[in-house]
Structures are given as C-alpha cells and as structure tokens.
C-alpha cells in the first residue's frame, strides 16, 4: 500500500494534470474556422515553449507526422509494454495517459526534428508529467486539425 506521501504526490500529479486537460478541451472548444492551418499537413513542424512549476522553459523545435495505421498499431504495442502486461482496468488513468503520449511520440516525432531533451530515450525520464502532456498536446492538435475533429462531435 502506497505511504501518504506517495499518495499525496500522485494526488498533486493527477490534479496538475486534470487542470491541464481542462485548459486543453477549452482551447479546441472555440469555433472552428477554415483559415489555412500548417496542421492540415501530414507533417507539421511546430516550436514548443512550456514553463514548468519550477520557472525552467522546456522549448525547441520538432517535427511531427500524422501515423499510419500500421504506425499506430506499434503505438498499441510499446503503450502495452509500457504497462507491463498490465489489464488497462488496473492501471491509473494519469498512467495509461502517460503510456499513450510516450509510446505515441515516439512514432509521431521525426527523430531528427526534436531537441536533445525530447529524444526517445530522455522523453521519458522526464521528472515533471506537465511538460510531457503540454507537448503531447501540440501533437493532438495537429492530429484534431488533420482529421477535422471537433470537440463536440461524435468523429473523434
């Protein structure tokens, strides 16, 4: 059984990341327009800047790609091994969303179109999960702009 401490730190982590969401959902709910957008591109590069809690900025430029069918079915299988075999029902949602924005940028992202802190094998060591889900974000847009979804329709 987790100690009150681990509790309390998951707690903080699932409200930081529950807040980060509303702010998302808020953002796709404004009016779609069908101005040109560089997300209607299979291949968007897009500069990232997030402030962390402690003041550090995260940026740098990446280059992100719509997945194949056959690329997303990799994803399933990483974000499956990142659970450890674990069923979906016994996991925390904080983690399953943790799982699916690791595995998914590591498809997503041009290996040579990021910075040196997002690289595969340093996205995940990452200490703060904000700064993971702020750039997994920019990622969902991209894919909610390429496929035109809406945040209150039935398509996504």
Do not use: C
Not at 4 to 16: A, F, K, V
Not at 22 to 28: E, G, N, Q, T
Not at 36 to 49: H, I, K, M, S
């Amino acid at each position: 059984m987790p100690s009150i401490t681990e509790r309390l730190r998951m707690d903080h982590l699932n409200e930081g990341v529950d807040n980060l969401k509303k702010d998302i959902d808020a953002s796709f709910a404004a009016p779609a327009d069908d101005a040109p957008d560089e997300r209607d591109n299979e291949v968007w590069a897009f500069l990232f800047e997030f402030t962390d809690s402690r003041g550090k900025v995260w940026s740098g430029n990446f280059v992100n790609t719509i997945l194949s069918l056959d690329a997303q079915s990799r994803v399933g299988v990483m974000r499956a091994r990142l659970q450890g075999g674990q069923p979906i029902e016994a996991l925390d949602a904080g983690v399953l969303d943790l799982n699916l924005a690791l595995a998914h940028m590591a498809y997503s992202f041009d290996a040579k179109g990021r910075p040196e802190w997002a690289s595969d094998a340093k996205l995940g060591q990452l200490k703060d999960a904000a700064v993971l889900f702020a750039l997994f974000a920019k990622v969902r847009s991209h894919e909610d702009r390429y496929f035109r979804r809406e945040a209150n329709s039935s398509q996504g």
